[in-house]
């Protein structure tokens, strides 16, 4: 478990973290969301002992780092930045690792095993590709086989295949009742790999809750229809007083609305329908709507406001 009780970092003026207080829980996987600059690489780094809060504090399964009596045992971290000597063999990195923190030799044949580089062990690291370095990163965070581990932005550049790898990873590792807590930029990947998301924006917490409950709350729900008389159906509706959007695409979205009223509307007055789905927006929509008001440098929008509410009276 890690508990964070008012965590803040400032450098100089700059808040980059502020007051956060959440628990990250064990035997689920914890996506951990915000904004570039939001202050996720802060937190994690402080959560590691490598950086020291302003005010606050982090608890790894009730200690602070500090106090952690082999720190590898209790938590282990892939961070971005490569971390190793590109003339050792990944065997021997490994080595170094457990040897200086008391970690039994056995124990880097097991990781090597569990990443897949058994093969490659003897390998000099500086020939390994990205994919072999962050499974790499990852033996060494799982070296002193640790119950907390920490992944920031695990898959950035890997193939679908190393993808997968760390996802299903993360998940294992979280149904052994271990805690996980990943960063990553990728949405996508996030929906289908945490359970639980922690949300910031300019370093305060804007969410902590479980992925769909966050997606229900923030993103919206509609109900896209396909139809080859799509200006029978669009009277038919609005005569129903059903709010429609007109997509650029040229379907049709009724937000909120109930897909049988629909489909029996269109029944009742023999329109054909190609489709008619309940949808529900995606992480990456719910995600840029509760961060829109944080983002620090905002790009100029190019693209037109949905039109939502469109008043489409008949004859239009
Ligand atoms: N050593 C430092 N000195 C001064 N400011 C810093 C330092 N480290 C981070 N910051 C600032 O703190 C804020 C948070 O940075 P941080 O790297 O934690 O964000 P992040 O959420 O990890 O961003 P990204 O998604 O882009 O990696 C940013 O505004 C950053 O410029």
Same mark, same amino acid.
């Given at each position: 478990?890690?508990?964070?009780?008012?965590?803040? @970092?400032?450098?100089?003026?700059?808040?980059?973290?502020?007051?956060?207080?959440?628990?990250?829980?064990?035997? /689920?996987?914890?996506?951990?969301?915000?904004?570039?600059?939001?202050?996720?690489?802060?937190?994690?780094?402080?959560?590691? &002992?490598?950086?020291?809060?302003?005010?606050?504090?982090?608890?790894?399964?009730?200690?602070?780092?500090?106090?952690?009596?082999?720190?590898?045992?209790?938590?282990?971290?892939?961070?971005?930045? @490569?971390?190793?000597?590109?003339? =050792?063999?990944?065997?021997?990195?490994?080595?170094?690792?457990?040897?200086?923190?008391?970690?039994?030799?056995?124990?880097?044949?097991?990781?090597?095993?569990?990443?897949?580089? #058994?093969?490659?062990?003897?390998?000099?690291?500086?020939?390994?590709?990205?994919?072999?370095?962050?499974?790499?990163?990852?033996?060494?965070?799982?070296?002193?086989?640790?119950?907390?581990?920490?992944?920031?932005?695990?898959?950035?550049?890997?193939?679908?295949?190393?993808?997968?790898?760390?996802?299903?990873?993360? @998940?294992?590792?979280?149904?052994?009742? !271990?805690?996980?807590?990943?960063?990553?930029?990728?949405?996508?990947?996030?929906?289908?790999?945490?359970?639980?998301?922690?949300?910031?924006? !300019?370093? =305060?917490?804007? #969410?902590?809750?479980?992925?769909?409950?966050?997606?229900?709350?923030?993103?919206?729900?509609?109900?896209?229809? !396909?139809?080859?008389?799509?200006? !029978?159906?669009?009277?038919?509706?609005?005569?129903?007083? /059903?709010?429609?959007?007109?997509?650029? &695409?040229?379907? /049709?979205?009724?937000?909120?609305? @109930?897909?049988?009223?629909?489909?029996?509307?269109?029944?009742?007055?023999?329109?054909?329908?190609?489709?008619?789905?309940?949808?529900?927006?995606?992480?990456?929509?719910?995600?840029?709507?509760?961060?829109?008001?944080?983002?620090?440098?905002?790009?100029?929008?190019?693209?037109?406001?949905?039109?939502?509410?469109?008043?489409?009276?008949?004859?239009?």
């Amino acid at each position: 478990m890690i508990e964070l009780a008012g965590l803040t @970092k400032r450098y100089g003026e700059k808040v980059a973290v502020d007051r956060l207080t959440f628990t990250v829980r064990p035997g /689920v996987v914890t996506g951990f969301l915000g904004p570039n600059g939001a202050g996720k690489s802060t937190t994690m780094r402080m959560m590691l &002992g490598l950086d020291r809060p302003t005010a606050g504090e982090v608890r790894i399964d009730g200690r602070p780092y500090d106090r952690l009596k082999d720190p590898l045992t209790s938590i282990g971290a892939l961070l971005e930045a @490569k971390a190793w000597h590109g003339g =050792r063999s990944a065997f021997h990195h490994l080595l170094c690792l457990a040897q200086s923190n008391g970690i039994p030799r056995g124990r880097v044949h097991e990781v090597l095993e569990t990443v897949g580089l #058994a093969a490659v062990a003897r390998k000099k690291t500086k020939t390994f590709s990205l994919g072999m370095g962050r499974r790499l990163g990852i033996a060494a965070a799982l070296l002193g086989d640790p119950r907390v581990l920490l992944f920031d932005e695990p898959v950035n550049g890997l193939d679908p295949e190393g993808i997968h790898w760390i996802r299903t990873l993360m @998940k294992s590792l979280a149904a052994q009742g !271990r805690t996980v807590f990943v960063s990553s930029h990728l949405m996508n990947e996030m929906a289908v790999t945490a359970d639980h998301l922690i949300v910031i924006g !300019r370093g =305060r917490l804007l #969410a902590d809750t479980s992925m769909a409950e966050f997606i229900r709350r923030n993103a919206r729900s509609y109900v896209r229809i !396909r139809t080859p008389e799509r200006e !029978r159906l669009l009277d038919v509706l609005h005569e129903a007083g /059903v709010t429609v959007v007109e997509t650029l &695409g040229g379907d /049709v979205e009724v937000a909120d609305g @109930k897909a049988e009223r629909i489909g029996e509307l269109a029944a009742q007055h023999r329109i054909v329908l190609h489709e008619l789905s309940p949808r529900q927006a995606s992480l990456e929509e719910a995600f840029m709507r509760l961060t829109a008001q944080t983002v620090e440098y905002h790009a100029q929008d190019e693209t037109p406001a949905p039109r939502w509410g469109a008043d489409r009276r008949k004859g239009n």
